[in-house]
Structures are given as C-alpha cells and as structure tokens.
C-alpha cells in the first residue's frame, strides 16, 4: 500500500540511506540534509540512485545492494574478534620494545600510558572486590551467572555500580 515516505539522503554522496513515514505537514529540513517525500510502498518498492537521478523500482527489479563498508566493517570485526586493539597494541609494544631500535617520545608516552592504565584498572578491579554493599563479578562470572539465570527462564538485570562515579581512592592504594 502507498504512503507518503520521505527518503533521507547521505550528503556527501547523495545516496539513500533511509526513510520514514511522513507525519503531519512538515519535516525538517536542516542545510546539510537531503531529504525527499515520495509516494511508495517500502513492501514492494526502493529508491535507487542518487538523490539527483535515482527512482523508485519494483524490489523484484533491485539487485541486491552489497555495499564495501558492510564488507570492511565485517573484516575488522573479524580482526578485534581474533586480535583485540589491546591485544595488538600489546604485541606491537613488546616487539618495538625488544628491536633495539630508537623508540620515538610518542611511542614511549603512549606506551607509559597504556601500562599505568592497565595498572590503575587492576587496582580498581581490587578495589571493586572490596567495596561493601556491592558484589564485583568478573566477566566469567557474570557470563555464568546470566547462563544460569537463563536456563531457570531468563535472566534480568537489576543494574550495574557506574564505573564512573566516584568512591573513595584510598581502596586504590
């Protein structure tokens, strides 16, 4: 069935990148927007093109779209899944360190920063640990936990100590 849809355009390219249905009288409409109200049916319609030349086909008439940064973000997906950026980060320290060649300023304050970092986090993790009124579960843990509660018939989270509230920094010490 048709409906007043308006299509939303990438700027920068000027290819659709979404759409909504059109409610009331008006839509916003900002400099750096492409929008453009159409009559279509998204069940048996898409827009394809640009905004400039593009037009509403059948979906039978579409070729499926397999865009490049779908691909990409799969592949780097792929990569944090295998190789975390700690994970590198660590690798490439380790090998910089051990090569024996100059090691520029930015690369030792980075590296500096990383480890204090990591240092700081294994002592809030302690500390964690220690505060009263609260459990700290380990990621393991909790994974465990939410698979038990599951199997009872599902699992629902009460909510989580906010990391960036501030307690006293002498559990730290």
Same mark, same amino acid.
């Given at each position: 069935?048709?409906?007043?849809?308006?299509?939303i355009f990438d700027p920068v390219d000027r290819f659709c990148i979404g759409w909504t249905e059109k409610?009331?009288?008006?839509?916003?409409? #900002?400099?750096?927007?492409?929008? +453009? %109200?159409?009559?279509?049916?998204?069940?048996?319609?898409?827009?394809?093109?640009?905004?400039?030349?593009?037009?509403?086909?059948?979906?039978?008439?579409?070729?499926e779209m397999i865009l490049e940064n779908d691909v990409d973000d799969r592949c780097k997906k792929q990569i944090l899944k295998a190789f975390p950026v700690e994970k590198q980060l660590k690798v490439l320290i380790e090998m910089l360190e051990k090569a024996g060649i100059p090691l520029?300023?930015?690369?030792? #304050?980075?590296?500096?920063?990383? +480890? %204090?970092?990591?240092n700081v986090n294994a002592r809030l993790k302690a500390a964690y640990k220690k505060t009263k009124g609260s459990k700290y579960l380990t990621a393991k843990d909790f994974m465990a936990l939410q698979d038990k509660e599951n199997q009872k018939?599902?699992?629902?989270?009460?909510?989580?100590?906010?990391?960036?509230?501030?307690?006293?920094?002498?559990?730290?010490?």
């Open positions: 069935m048709k409906t007043d849809i308006i299509l409610t009331g009288n008006a839509f916003p409409v #900002s400099e750096n927007s492409l929008l +453009k %109200e159409v009559q279509m049916d998204p069940e048996t319609e898409r827009w394809v093109g640009s905004y400039d030349s593009g037009a509403l086909e059948p979906v039978l008439n579409v070729s520029t300023d930015d690369f030792l #304050s980075m590296s500096a920063f990383i +480890k %204090e970092t990591r018939g599902g699992y629902e989270h009460n909510g989580v100590h906010d990391i960036d509230k501030p307690f006293d920094m002498e559990d730290l010490l």
